[in-house]
């Protein structure tokens, strides 16, 4: 009865979670241009696409998608084969143990006339795909905490995944181990099948399982006689055999069975085979019910992306559709970090600290974000450098075992986060070239706030230190920060010919340079000669350097130009470094 | 002769076609090469707001083939002279340096310099050689004018490095001549593609383009011919862009390796002549007949 009404509760979870999730692919909105497709236009996109694709030759390429990447996983295997093995014993090994042992109602007993599930094959069977789940959690508890995979971060939900599969696999097993060894167990099997008076027959019988079967009696014990065994054995041919192999094929329970042989007696009297059984319907049913919402959600939302990725297009494919993926693609990550250990940009992490910089932390992100969560500023300002510290290589998105088309939720994220942020240094770098190829997609205005906002940030208090009205000041703090490598000193031999800016093709292309560029490069020599760094690190021709070397060529003093702008712009990228105000108001998430 | 081939970021994700090209062309001449699967990137666009990170990141390509006993060959000229300049850097002392080794260290990885680093263009010039070229070329092009784009980030900082003669340097002349190409004499040879601020001056970086385009075409040449990404993207898919808008009349630029394959009887799919932006097909006109060219 209890049973009945815990697995009608979280069937009715399940389903309601599955139904809730499905709504959110429809609903939620990443980026800006998403927002303006209405959830109506975005179902009836996806039954549009989803009927076209079906009814078209691109149906091939999903029958395809679906063996290689959905029950073969080989995008993993080519990845790391010792994870494809891990992955394929926890997924093989569940299925079959979901499909075989807990749907044995609807799908063994239809299917196999002589199911039973304490007759092999079907006992070896349950045994063997538990032990597979049990390896599979060995691999993934190994590489997580042994192996210590790098840049493999381990949330809240990856524990919650690994926990949630281990209890409902070992409560299982050492089920299995009390209820062979159970004495109580024992006698209900006598009392339904057997049917016994006689006391020499009880004897008997008891003997064979206690010899055979690993039943723990507190009656019979070994030694014992040969008469009694035989006479035990008719019996047991007689009423129990058709249902029970022998129980050494049920391997794992049958291990347990001896290890915990000692105790069985007080184990039994204690109920345990009963707890036991609560806890592993309990933990099956807290699986299922939380499953929409836990990272196993992953089961389901992985083959969409994965079919829904092989057959969509940037170019072709509706942009409702498109904003629809972006969102499910964030329920197809199941946080495995395979573009975290490929990404380009990642030593940068190493140096920065920046979570951020890695994708897979970054998709972990964007579920908060999509899901309308507030940040605080001090969080956006991280991921806001996080997610421009990109080279756009693609390799995130060619390694995702899940397929997802991490390169554009990366262009639609960025858009986003760079528009509404603080000024992002970062943005006066050669990481903008991708956004630069693709400023046709972007609106003129929108292209251009980060840039003003960058550019206002780096060049400081540059306006206030050149206004003559200024008292000149003197800051040796910051010399001593830049003068981190040896290049940095060589502007002390600068004489004042003037090369570098004569050289320069950056000076060459304005008509008035020094009111553009704020300074020119030999100025830019002469400041710090000066010891004036926070002047020096201010002007505009620091960024708009083109950092061909024309000017350090040229030198005739060796003042090694172009490394030391480089060090003004760290400096001067380090100076702007967000100043979060704490007292400001969070910004609305998505 | 077998290095470890370094493609950097740009070249998987945007120009596939100097992937494809050049590794046909270097298997052509005898050249092997090794893909190192945990290359990153050479650190080049970190430069501007973190040395720390640029360093680590080049050391780390720097170590791994060292690890794997290759010297580098990078197509990318910005990542040739990123990893050249950190291979600079890390035979200086200092903190960056110890910090930067320290992180190395806690990967498992070393570099102490014993493997070199060197550009496409170099590997052919100096360790295939003109001659070998010129034997396994099958048919010359004839009357087709090529303009040269050196890349500043080879070229400079000479000391650094070592690409070839700062002011007159002759190398790639030498190896678009070899393909019967004439490479035409124009002002602006040396100068920056524009490439380096596209994203965040976009103004400046087209302006810089235009003028390498028309003292192109003023010297007469009816291609521009590049061996980096950074480059070819400027002046392919961001002259595309600006003809788009100002509807002037392009000077496509063709890739080295593609210029070279087409002589090498290589079929214009290999060499992905038709994944520019801007056309370059009329290039084939130029070639003579293998027949002609053997008598």
């Keep these: 009865m209890l049973f009945t009404a815990f697995l009608y509760a979280s069937l009715i979870i399940f389903a309601l979670g599955l139904i809730s999730k499905i709504w959110t692919w429809f609903s939620r909105t990443i980026g800006i241009s998403a927002k303006r497709i209405s959830t109506s236009q975005r179902v009836s996109a996806a039954v549009k696409g989803i009927l076209g694709v079906v009814f078209s030759a691109k149906i091939l390429t999903l029958i395809k998608v679906f063996i290689l990447d959905v029950v073969l996983q080989i995008r993993i295997l080519k990845e790391d084969f010792l994870r494809w093995v891990m992955h394929m014993l926890i997924y093989t090994g569940f299925m079959l143990l979901l499909l075989m042992h807990a749907l044995e109602n609807f799908i063994s007993e239809p299917l196999f006339i002589n199911y039973y599930s304490t007759i092999n094959p079907f006992m070896f069977l349950r045994d063997l795909f538990g032990f597979m789940v049990i390896v599979g959690i060995g691999i993934a508890i190994f590489r997580r905490f042994v192996l210590k995979v790098p840049r493999l971060k381990t949330n809240a939900m990856d524990y919650y995944a690994i926990f949630i599969l281990a209890v409902i696999l070992l409560s299982g097993i050492v089920l299995e181990g009390a209820k062979i060894t159970s004495y109580t167990e024992y006698q209900f099997m006598v009392e339904d099948y057997a049917d016994l008076e006689d006391e020499e027959e009880i004897a008997a019988l008891e003997s064979y399982w206690v010899r055979n079967f690993g039943t723990v009696s507190p009656n019979v014990q070994a030694p014992f006689d040969e008469e009694v065994l035989s006479m035990g054995q008719d019996l047991h041919e007689a009423s129990c055999m058709d249902c029970h192999s022998a129980p050494q094929w049920a391997f794992t329970g049958y291990a347990t069975a001896k290890i915990i042989k000692p105790m069985a007696l007080a184990l039994d009297r204690a109920g345990t085979s009963t707890i036991l059984w609560y806890i592993h319907f309990l933990a099956c049913f807290l699986g299922l019910a939380y499953l929409p919402f836990s990272k196993m959600f992953h089961i389901f939302a992985t083959p969409v992306s994965l079919l829904a990725n092989a057959v969509m297009e940037k170019d072709t494919s509706d942009p409702a559709n498109i904003a629809t993926r972006q969102v499910m693609e964030l329920d197809a990550c199941m946080h495995c970090g395979t573009c975290s250990l490929r990404c380009s940009a990642a030593s940068a992490f190493d140096v920065r600290g920046n979570d951020y910089i890695l994708p897979s932390e970054k998709v972990t992100f964007l579920k908060t974000l999509a899901a309308g969560k507030k940040l605080s500023a001090r969080k956006l300002g991280a991921i806001q450098e996080g997610v421009y510290l990109c080279t756009n290589c693609d390799r995130c998105t060619v390694v995702c075992p899940a397929g997802i088309n991490l390169k554009e939720l990366w262009f639609t994220v960025r858009e986003d986060l760079v528009q509404r942020g603080y000024p992002e240094p970062l943005v006066l770098s050669p990481f903008s070239f991708y956004r630069g190829l693709n400023r046709e997609n972007i609106s003129k205005e929108d292209y251009a706030r980060p840039l003003a906002d960058a550019n206002r940030a780096v060049a400081g208090k540059f306006e206030q230190v050149m206004d003559p009205s200024t008292p000149i000041s003197f800051k040796d703090r910051e010399i001593v920060e830049l003068d981190q490598l040896p290049s940095t000193g060589t502007f002390s031999y600068c004489f004042g010919c003037q090369t570098c800016t004569t050289v320069c093709p950056v000076v060459a292309e304005y008509e008035n340079p020094q009111q553009t560029l704020g300074l020119l490069p030999h100025q830019i020599m002469n400041c710090l000669g000066l010891g004036l760094v926070e002047m020096a690190s201010g002007p505009r021709m620091l960024w708009d350097c083109v950092t061909c070397y024309q000017c350090q060529e040229n030198c005739p003093q060796n003042v090694e130009i172009t490394d030391i702008f480089f060090q003004l712009k760290n400096l001067a990228a380090k100076n702007a470094g967000k100043v979060v105000d704490e007292s400001s108001p969070d910004l609305e998430a998505a | ?295």
């Excluded at chain 2, 190395?104 to 070998?132: E, M, N, P, W």
């Excluded at chain 2, 788009?244 to 002549?273: F, H, R, W």
């Design chain 2, 1 to 295: 002769m077998k290095y470890a081939l370094f493609l950097g970021c740009n070249i998987p994700a945007r120009v596939d076609q100097y992937d494809a090209s050049a590794r046909a062309v270097l298997r052509q001449v005898g050249v092997q090469l090794k893909d190192i699967r945990e290359f990153n990137c050479c650190g080049y666009p970190m430069r501007n707001v973190d040395q720390k990170a640029f360093l680590l990141s080049s050391a780390v390509n720097l170590a791994l083939a060292e690890r794997a006993g290759l010297d580098i060959l990078a197509l990318c000229k910005c990542c040739f002279g990123t990893l050249k300049e950190a291979e600079h850097l890390l035979t200086e002392q200092g903190t960056l340096q110890e910090e930067v080794n320290g992180l190395l260290a806690q990967r498992g990885l070393k570099y102490t310099g014993k493997i070199r680093i060197k550009h496409f263009l170099s590997v052919l010039y100096h360790d295939v050689g003109l001659d070998t070229l010129k034997s396994k070329i099958t048919r010359q092009y004839k009357d087709v004018k090529i303009a040269t784009h050196y890349g500043c980030h080879a070229l400079r900082p000479s000391k650094i490095t070592r690409f070839d003669d700062p002011v007159a340097p002759s190398i790639f002349d030498k190896l678009v001549e070899v393909t019967g190409a004439k490479s035409v004499d124009w002002d602006r040879k040396l100068e920056c593609c524009g490439a380096p601020v596209l994203g965040f001056n976009d103004d400046l970086s087209m302006n810089l383009t235009k003028k390498k385009i028309s003292s192109g075409k003023k010297a007469g040449a009816d291609y521009l011919c590049s061996a980096c990404p950074y480059c070819h993207l400027q002046f392919d898919t961001v002259q595309k862009m600006m003809v788009s808008k100002n509807g002037n009349d392009p000077l496509a630029s063709v890739l080295y390796p593609q210029l070279l394959g087409l002589c090498m009887g290589m079929d214009e799919k290999t060499l992905g002549i038709n994944m520019n932006q801007l056309d370059i097909s009329g290039v084939t006109s130029f070639l003579e007949s293998g027949e002609e060219n053997a008598e």
